[in-house]
């Protein structure tokens, strides 16, 4: 798809659904868990602490039906579930590195950013107030 076909509704609608996806929280947390390569289920939940139990499989789920993790069954008693990126996976590590890294560069900035606008918001509710 061409930048200009941005402007196309079903063009838009795919593009937000896919943003959708990998720019939830829960998305970039467990694809960055995996990267050092398959983790089981509870060791996910381990690393990422808050998340609940329905949420991750929701997570999980959602991942594999994306073509991002694949998941292995291991004929184990208990059975044994791994969790892999897979190449796609692996290939949105870039650019949530690369936000990751922004976001970081940029933290400062940004929160002397907000400080001013929540400074500026703040009196000119007083001005209203008076």
């Known amino acids: 798809m061409k930048p200009g076909n941005f402007h196309e509704s079903s063009a838009c609608r795919r593009i937000s659904d896919i943003l959708g996806r990998v720019g ?3 998305t970039v947390l467990v694809i960055v868990q995996l990267r050092e390569g398959p983790l089981r289920f509870s060791e996910i939940k381990r690393r990422l602490g808050s998340i609940s139990q329905k949420m991750l499989t929701a997570t999980l789920r959602a991942l594999e039906r994306d073509g991002f993790v694949t998941r292995t069954v291991y ?17 949105l ?3 949530v590195n690369a936000i990751a890294d922004w ?3 940029n933290a400062d900035a940004i929160d002397r950013a907000r400080a001013r606008f929540d400074r500026s918001t703040a009196k000119s509710t007083e001005v209203r107030a008076a």
Do not use: E, I
Not at 75 to 91: H, I, K
């Open 75 to 91: 004929p184990t008693v208990p059975p044994r579930v791994d969790y892999t990126l897979t190449g796609l996976g692996r290939d």
């Open 93 to 95: 590590l870039q650019p």
């Open 103 to 105: 976001a970081t560069r």
């Open 24 to 26: 939830d929280k829960w």
